[in-house]
Nanobody, 125 residues
């Protein structure tokens, strides 16, 4: 399984970005996909995750109401729409995926076996 994250960039506070994570996996629709981020000088943290067939989208409190996760199973892609961005959202964003036919969403990094390379999001004040 390979993951390719894209869509990062530089944006002003209050702006928007959409990250994409393309997953090369058979039966992608049965994978739970999560987004994590590592802010500068800090530990990796959970951002959002989605189960199969758009089930159980889950968000960290810090992004709830501003970020929206979605998936297009026909394109093997998960999206993270990030609105009302803040400087504290600056981080390298990673997508991760794991085969979870139950549709259960996990918020811990160790629950995901497959990881993408990361895409940098910089929010200027």
């Amino acid at each position: 399984v390979q993951l390719q994250a894209s869509g990062g960039g530089l944006v002003q506070a209050g702006g928007s970005l959409r990250l994409s994570c393309k997953v090369s996996a058979v039966r992608f629709s049965l994978y739970t996909v999560g987004w994590f981020r590592r802010p500068p000088g800090k530990n990796r943290e959970f951002v959002s995750a989605i189960g199969r067939h758009d089930s159980n989208p889950y968000y960290a409190d810090s992004v709830k109401g501003r970020f929206t996760i979605s998936r297009d199973n026909a394109k093997n892609t998960v999206y993270l729409q990030m609105d009302s961005l803040k400087p504290e959202d600056t981080a390298v964003y990673y997508c991760a995926a794991d085969f979870k036919p139950t549709g259960i969403v996990y918020t811990t990094a160790r629950s995901y076996e497959n990881w993408g390379q990361g895409t940098l999001v910089t929010v200027s004040s």
